[in-house]
């Protein structure tokens, strides 16, 4: 998600920096000494403005959640929004992390994650930048050694190539087994149960547009 440089952006973030996740490069993230609990870590790569992961951090108290964002002024909207959804309920179980996923390996522990959510990820349809996806073989792999075995991972997109990409992608690997998958959430009584709708899926689906949605899990 690109938005326009917004001027408040750093010196809100400094303010609110208790709800940022910082690494310095020399030791991977520690969530027990940054969420002061031990809870799982569900973990959003790509959160956008923050609704998806806020909802699922507000109904589930007992979890902690992460939104990773690549973009600081799209970090800096998803705490802001966060912080104002929460209102005087005590944010104690979702931070963000303003960085890029190439290097999820680096910063967190192997066996270390819960679950991860990819939500409407940039389809990058050029077959030239097929490894940018973050579905492609290699990022699959990288989300098999943080994620604890058993854990999963929860892929949803409008973008029916990329979910064709995605299927082609776990044919390359042994570590995943499909749990759940359709090209038409909405016609998914029992996917649609839980199911809390990002920006951009409220967009589609009100356009229309078919969702696709997978969920794996993780075998190592």
């Known amino acids: 998600m690109r938005l326009r440089k917004k001027s408040w952006t ?5 303010v609110n920096k208790e709800y940022l996740i910082t690494w310095d490069k020399t030791a991977k993230v520690d969530f027990a000494r940054e969420f002061k609990n031990n809870f799982p870590v569900y ?17 589930n108290p007992t979890f902690n959640f992460i939104g990773m964002e690549k ?5 800096g909207v998803a705490l802001k929004k966060t912080l104002a959804t929460f209102g005087k309920t005590p944010l104690f179980n979702l931070k963000y992390f303003n960085n890029f996923a190439e290097d999820l390996s680096q910063m967190f522990s192997d066996d270390s994650v819960d ?6 990820s940039d389809p990058w349809p050029k077959s030239r930048h097929a490894k940018k996806r ?17 854990g999963e991972l929860h ?12 299927l082609e992608n776990l044919k390359l690997t042994n570590k995943w087994e499909i ?4 090209t038409d959430l909405y016609n998914e009584q029992t996917l649609l149960q839980n199911n809390i709708a990002t920006e951009y899926e409220t967009k589609f689906h009100n356009l229309g547009k078919n969702i696709n949605k997978l969920i794996l899990r993780n075998k190592k």
């Open 134 to 150: 973050l579905t492609y073989i290699e990022f699959l792999n990288m989300y098999s050694k943080i994620l604890k075995e058993n």
């Open 10 to 14: 750093d010196d809100f973030l400094e």
């Open 155 to 166: 892929f949803k997109t409008d973008n029916d190539g990329l979910f064709e990409s995605t």
């Open 115 to 120: 679950q991860i959510f990819l939500n409407f």
């Open 71 to 75: 973009e600081k002024t799209v970090t």
């Open 179 to 182: 749990i759940s998958q359709t």
């Open 43 to 59: 973990l959003e790569i790509g959160c956008g403005k923050g609704t998806f992961i806020t909802q699922h951090a507000l109904l």
